[in-house]
């Protein structure tokens, strides 16, 4: 177990400009989602991940990132970690496009996962298995991660330079890996986790209504506004974080309670 927080560790302090929520972000979502394993969950997932908490794999996605593949029948491809909303703020189902090429869609990815591993979770490879269970718990942090929905009227993803004050500058996209919630709770993850899971059961269960998808929907919709901000722009922090901070320590709160839905009907 030292071994394992060594890594941990050191992973934390090497991965701190990375993209979607940094460590962690991440590591707090997977501890909220821990908190609320039913016991059948529980007791499959410290079999699958060899007694190890789930916040040691949250990054593993991000990490590993050319070694996550999804293979369905003859197809092979990335997963991704954005997805694009249309007009309506409505993701495609699809995973394939018009000529069967893999779209850029992690709502699909993760449905196709959760169905995989809720149908064959015993008879993977552990090595297929270990690969969609660190994807899917990194994965949901992603989709709730600000800056990664794509809208038809906006620039990709917060890819951009944006300034804050007059001088200093930086990638709109990194500054909510690391410069919203992080700069503000300079914590451990599972201090973060303590601070954010704070909701009842009836709360926790109108968070998860709906699946994958109306999730998505709902996280373009509050984000959206967020997105408004375009290249070269000059922002407030101060303003900027009395306006959306809390929204996005909800969405990361909201990303561990649908995570933990999703486990628990996977392995039950």
Same mark, same amino acid.
């Not at 990375?18 to 016991?39: D, F, K, M, R, T």
């Not at 990490?63 to 909303?85: P, Q, Y």
């Not at 722009?233 to 561990?256: C, H, N, P, S």
């Given at each position: 177990?030292?071994?394992?927080?060594?890594?941990?560790?050191?992973?934390? &302090?090497?991965?701190?400009?990375?993209?979607?929520?940094?460590?962690?972000?991440?590591?707090?979502?997977?501890?909220?989602?821990?908190?609320?394993?039913?016991?059948?969950? *529980?007791?499959?997932?410290?079999? %699958?991940?060899?007694? &190890?908490?789930?916040?040691?794999? /949250?990054?593993?996605?991000?990490? @590993?990132?050319?070694?996550?593949?999804?293979?369905?029948?003859? #197809?092979?491809?990335?997963? /991704?970690?954005?997805?694009?909303?249309?007009? *309506?703020?409505? +993701?495609?189902? #699809?995973?394939?496009?018009?000529?069967?090429?893999?779209?850029?869609?992690?709502?699909?990815?993760?449905?196709?996962?959760?169905?995989?591993?809720?149908? =064959?979770?015993?008879? !993977?490879?552990? /090595?297929?298995?270990?690969?969609?269970? /660190?994807?899917?718990?990194?994965?949901?942090?992603? !989709?709730?991660?600000? !800056?990664?929905?794509?809208?038809?009227?906006?620039?990709?993803?917060?890819?951009?330079? &944006?300034?804050?004050?007059?001088?200093?500058?930086?990638? %709109?996209?990194?500054?909510?890996?690391?410069?919203?919630? +992080?700069?503000?709770?300079?914590? +451990? %993850?599972?201090?973060?986790?303590?601070?954010?899971?704070?909701? =009842?059961?009836?709360?926790?269960? +109108?968070?998860?209504?709906?699946?994958?998808?109306?999730?998505? *929907?709902?996280?373009? @919709?509050?984000?959206?506004?967020?997105?408004?901000?375009?290249?070269?722009?000059?922002?407030?922090?101060? *303003? %900027?974080?009395?306006?959306?901070?809390?929204?996005?320590?909800?969405?990361?709160?909201?990303?561990?309670?649908?995570?933990?839905?999703?486990?628990?009907?996977?392995?039950?």
């Amino acid at each position: 177990m030292k071994r394992f927080l060594l890594v941990w560790v050191v992973t934390f &302090v090497m991965c701190g400009n990375s993209y979607g929520w940094g460590v962690l972000e991440h590591g707090a979502v997977a501890q909220i989602a821990e908190n609320h394993l039913s016991p059948e969950a *529980k007791t499959l997932l410290k079999w %699958y991940l060899k007694g &190890v908490p789930m916040a040691y794999y /949250s990054y593993d996605a991000e990490i @590993k990132r050319d070694e996550m593949f999804i293979s369905v029948g003859d #197809k092979k491809w990335l997963l /991704s970690h954005t997805f694009n909303v249309d007009k *309506k703020f409505a +993701s495609s189902r #699809k995973v394939f496009d018009k000529n069967g090429e893999p779209l850029n869609n992690m709502l699909a990815d993760i449905d196709l996962i959760v169905k995989d591993l809720k149908a =064959n979770h015993r008879e !993977m490879t552990d /090595s297929v298995r270990q690969t969609y269970i /660190s994807f899917l718990i990194h994965a949901v942090g992603d !989709m709730h991660c600000p !800056m990664h929905v794509g809208f038809e009227d906006r620039a990709g993803y917060g890819q951009y330079t &944006v300034y804050f004050g007059k001088k200093k500058k930086m990638n %709109y996209h990194t500054f909510w890996d690391k410069g919203v919630i +992080s700069a503000h709770h300079p914590w +451990s %993850y599972s201090d973060l986790a303590t601070l954010f899971d704070i909701y =009842n059961e009836k709360e926790i269960a +109108s968070f998860c209504k709906g699946d994958i998808f109306a999730w998505g *929907k709902e996280v373009a @919709k509050t984000v959206y506004p967020m997105h408004s901000y375009r290249a070269n722009a000059r922002i407030d922090v101060v *303003k %900027y974080r009395v306006e959306y901070q809390q929204t996005g320590e909800l969405l990361l709160t909201k990303a561990g309670y649908r995570l933990a839905k999703l486990l628990n009907e996977i392995f039950q």
